[in-house]
C-alpha cells in the first residue's frame, strides 16, 4: 500500500511560482517512480514530469524549463517546482506511483493560474 498526500497548490498570478508537494506513507518512495500528472476541467489528465528511483527525469515539452521535479529521500516526499506559471497551467495536479501492478494516486491539489 502506498498513501501519497499532495499539497501547495493555490492561486497564483501569472509568471508566479509554486512547489508541489508529494508525501507518501505506507512505502519508502525513493525506491519507485514517481509521476506528477495534471487534469485541466474538461481535458484529459495528462503526464507532466516524473523522476525516477536514481533520479532520472523528464518533462512533458509545454513545462520544460519551467517545472523542475526533484525528491527528498529524507522526508519520503517528492516536489514539483513550478516557475514562470501560465493560465494553461490551470488544473488538479496529481502524484501518481507504480507498484505490484497497481496506480496509488493522491487526491490532487488544484493550481490555478489567474491574474
Known amino acids: 500500500q502506498v498513501q501519497l498526500v499532495e499539497s501547495g497548490g493555490g492561486l497564483v498570478q501569472p509568471g508566479g511560482s509554486l512547489r508541489l508537494s508529494c508525501a507518501a506513507s505506507g512505502s519508502i518512495l525513493s525506491i519507485y517512480k514517481v509521476h506528477w500528472y495534471r487534469q485541466a476541467p474538461g481535458k484529459q489528465r495528462e503526464l507532466v514530469a516524473f523522476i525516477t528511483s536514481i533520479g532520472s527525469t523528464n518533462y512533458v515539452d509545454s513545462v520544460k524549463g519551467r517545472f523542475t521535479i526533484s525528491r527528498d529521500n529524507a522526508k519520503n516526499t517528492v516536489y514539483l517546482q513550478m516557475n514562470n506559471l501560465k493560465p494553461e497551467d490551470t488544473a488538479v495536479y496529481y502524484c501518481?506511483?507504480?507498484?505490484?501492478?497497481?496506480?496509488?494516486w493522491g487526491q490532487g491539489t488544484q493550481v490555478t493560474v489567474s491574474s
Open positions: 501518481k506511483v507504480f507498484k505490484s501492478g497497481v496506480d496509488y
